[in-house]
């Protein structure tokens, strides 16, 4: 078993979809949480950033950790057809560990106008 | 910079070759960081410096593989005697902290024939 899990897709959904992407993980030493978007034949950009349990919202995204269920998601609220990218996730375990994270495979979204 | 600079933006190599992979990194940016992602597969951690130094390089393959980082600043990848499972993009990242956000740069896409 991997140490995060991610459903590689592809997902696909219609513009203005409430878009959900999960991951899962097995090491409950994670304490950060991060979501990157890549674009093809780009580097991986930062989304979200967050620590620890809870929820963190930034414009149409909102991050989500439950650290009890070993389980993170992002929402997009209002997909756009730029929306279309692969979603990965990746957390660290921090002080006391290493701050380098473990990235999921990612998972491909289709937002189709 | 801007942002992360690597070149070459694209490498075709024949096996047996060395070849070198370079990364520019954001100005004051003191963490560097090295990943392969191969088709289908998430980001591969391969080696961290923190300034000159590099205090992980637990990810590196193999002893054909060596980087280094001078001056805080510029690094190189090194890949000697190339093979072709060494065909990948490999993707520099820089941050400001350990315990932050990356910011990737676009990659060099590595083609051994």
């Known amino acids: 078993q991997k140490e995060v899990e991610q459903d590689p897709g592809p997902l696909s959904v219609p513009e203005g979809a409430i878009v959900s992407l999960n991951c899962t993980y097995s090491n409950s030493a994670f304490q950060y949480f991060m979501w990157y978007r890549q674009y093809s034949r780009k580097g991986p950009e930062l989304l979200m950033y967050?620590?620890?349990?809870g929820n963190k919202e930034d414009g149409r995204f909102t991050a989500q950790v439950d650290k009890s269920s070993k389980y993170i998601s992002l929402f997009i609220r209002d997909s756009q057809p730029s929306d279309s990218a692969t979603y990965l996730c990746?957390?660290?375990?921090?002080?006391?560990?290493?701050?380098?994270?473990?990235f999921g495979r990612g998972t491909s979204l289709i937002v189709h106008p | 910079g801007a942002g992360v600079s690597q070149s070459p933006s694209n490498k075709v190599t024949e096996k047996g070759k060395d070849v070198e992979l370079r990364c520019d990194p954001i100005?004051?940016?003191?963490?560097l960081y090295w990943y392969r992602q191969s088709l289908g597969q998430g980001l591969e951690f391969l080696i961290y410096?923190?300034?000159?130094?590099?205090?992980?390089k637990s990810g590196l393959p193999s002893d054909r593989f060596s980087a280094e980082r001078t001056g805080g600043s510029v690094s190189t990848l090194t890949i000697q005697r190339t093979q072709q499972e060494d065909s990948a993009v490999y993707l520099c990242?820089?941050?400001?902290?350990?315990?932050?956000?990356?910011?990737f740069g676009s990659g060099t896409r590595l083609t051994v024939v």
């Open positions: 100005s004051g940016h003191t963490a």
């Open positions: 990242a820089s941050s400001p902290y350990q315990d932050y956000g990356y910011t």
């Open positions: 410096f923190q300034g000159n130094s590099a205090p992980d």
């Open positions: 967050t620590y620890s349990s």
């Open positions: 990746a957390m660290s375990r921090g002080a006391g560990g290493s701050y380098i994270p473990t």
